[in-house]
């Protein structure tokens, strides 16, 4: 791929050379991405790296979660050892979405069974007015580890990833995780000149941090939209919308599949299909036969097993699967994978058996 | 209305006659909810007595929750307080979803800030089939409250409530609030007979619990159902609807209407429509007109002004309140509420303003 100019309200990118080979974009992942025809339905797991790994809890006797994300080294270790040991067809960046605001100067930490913390939340228009433009050479690390997991993987696609600007708002306006969003839809419906400001910021740093990434060899991006689905329609239409479809036209010169996921955004989905986004990440709230109905023939789409599923049972975890498989494997623009993370509680080999059936069962022509 | 039997798998529940008069029954709140022409759009709020209010507030300095809810004076005082302090066209009983569970023999606490904890959580189903049958001699209190709340109201008809079985049940095994309901899925989908059984037995209590309550004089039923969002419209489908659909048959010859209302279920609008509920009430997420597109004509709709409004300042909460009505004041069948319940953050006089606005606003013919 050429370099190339990216224009987002006058802010302009250089992307330089994607990286993969032929071997990552004849991968079976890409190729579903693409809705091409290929071999088997492709399957990975959000936080497909994690707690519930023996490997990745005695690491974290050693280091902090941050540690292990700010180390070139361990960032590639956690992200390859997952695709190792579940034989998944894609590797996703072993990171958090909070990372990238180490580039905006925001200090915040990441709390065991609490989540992000940010120490000084942006509440009034002076701070978000008041933000330092975005220095992504903070996040070197970020872009060395996707190097080096990219050697490592050998042909194995890796999916870069950011935050979705509503959800990373969320965490920088609440200053931590919220069941209610009060002070992030006060700013955004009182100062909603303010709230655009935040927005167009963090569009900023989303598109410059994930161009980084493909340009360091990510096969793909996933923005995580993850709590979005706390707005009405008409707020993320008026609000969220305009916003990611500048991120997804930004990003569309790079070539790569552009994934988009939310949870309990089952009233979102048509509006979300229309941002721009090749990829549709949903839940298992709603029925994937359903959701195709809905957004048409063009845009793939990823999920969305009950994550609960995993914890339940092999009765239950086996009907789980075959249920979908049963209407998704015909489509060929169709990836497996959990309607939400791989909960910490999960047995390893649970995961592996998940993986294996969905490269077992026989793919219809 | 006679005495009416009424068969719920073989169970007889004996309805005696519901009170309420001429009054109640021309109210605009009733009107709207059989969809008949009225003067102006119906208002009352979820959670509209509650921790917000100053009386309230006062009261619980004497009195915990439970203490409240298990009398009949101060149930009725704090009742008819709201409607007198909010000048709604509805007054919801003062109770909680737990309540009836004292039937059951079940020992659980509510705890301010946490919410309802279940002394000994259901898991196995050894634990559900040991279950004593309910007696709702040991609600008379409850009872007593709605005849004394409908004697004060003078003509301000009365919802009486209950929890739909699938919010109970999650309660009842967890052993508390849950974000996963991990143990209910597991129940579920592991224990297939025994999740029957318990939603049974929880179908029958509900339906007497509810009879008794019209018999006192409740002129409606609300069935919150807050939490079944997070099941899958599958699920939902083949493991509750057909519950729901036994409740709903056994309380129609009541002949009062009966509310159905869940948090986050925008992707089984269509499912609860045919459950036999003659009003749906909604949350935020979901456009009123585009529901009303989905259910059709012949069921009335019930919300959904976001709760975070009341508290973003006046210029949101008239926005929020105008949007709203702009789309569905001229609909009949529809009635004006929160779509969840009143935060106790609010300002009692932002509601007063939104019942004003409400009442003000001029209703197309």
């Not at 955004?188 to 941090?209: D, I, K, Q, S, T």
Request: glycine content about 8%; proline content about 7%; charged content about 20%.
């Amino acid at each position: 791929m050429p370099d190339k100019d990216c224009n987002l309200d006058g802010l302009c990118y250089n992307f330089g050379d994607a990286k993969g080979g032929s071997q990552v974009n004849t991968s079976r992942f890409l190729k579903a991405c693409r809705g091409e025809p290929h071999d088997q339905v492709p399957v990975w797991f959000m936080r497909q790296a994690g707690r519930y790994q023996p490997s990745y809890r005695a690491l974290r006797t050693r280091y902090t979660m941050l540690e292990l994300a700010r180390s070139p080294r361990l960032i590639a270790d956690v992200t390859v050892e997952a695709v190792r040991m579940l034989d998944v067809d894609a590797a996703i960046l072993f990171s958090d979405i909070m990372i990238p605001l180490d580039g905006l100067g925001i200090r915040y930490d990441i709390r065991e069974n609490v989540g992000p913390i940010v120490e000084s939340p942006l509440r009034r228009p002076a701070d978000i007015h008041g933000m330092p433009p975005f220095q992504s050479d903070r996040l070197e690390f970020v872009y060395e580890g996707v190097a080096l997991s990219v050697e490592k993987l050998a042909g194995v696609p890796l999916i870069g990833f950011a935050g979705a600007p509503f959800t990373l708002a969320s965490y920088l306006v609440e200053g931590g995780p919220s069941r209610t969003y009060q002070e992030t839809k006060a700013l955004m419906w009182n100062h909603p000149g303010a709230f655009y400001a935040l927005m167009e910021r963090l569009c900023a740093m989303v598109v410059e941090h994930c161009a980084n990434q493909v340009k360091a060899g990510a096969a793909a991006i996933q923005l995580f939209d993850s709590w979005v689905g706390a707005l009405s329609q008409e707020d993320y239409r008026t609000l969220i919308l305009p916003h990611m479809r500048k991120i997804f036209e930004a990003l569309k010169p790079l070539g790569v599949p552009l994934i988009y996921f939310g949870i309990g955004t089952q009233h979102l989905i048509a509006e979300m299909a229309r941002s721009g986004a090749t990829v549709l990440g949903l839940d298992w709230r709603t029925a994937l036969s359903q959701a195709r109905g809905v957004v048409g023939p063009s845009i793939a789409l990823m999920g969305n097993l009950d994550p609960q599923c995993l914890l339940a049972g092999p009765v239950a975890v086996q009907a789980g699967v075959t249920a979908i498989l049963d209407a998704m494997a015909r489509d060929d623009a169709y990836i497996f994978n959990l309607g939400h993370g791989v909960p910490k509680e999960t047995d390893p080999t649970v995961l592996q058996k998940v993986a294996a059936w969905v490269h077992q069962y026989p793919k219809p022509g």
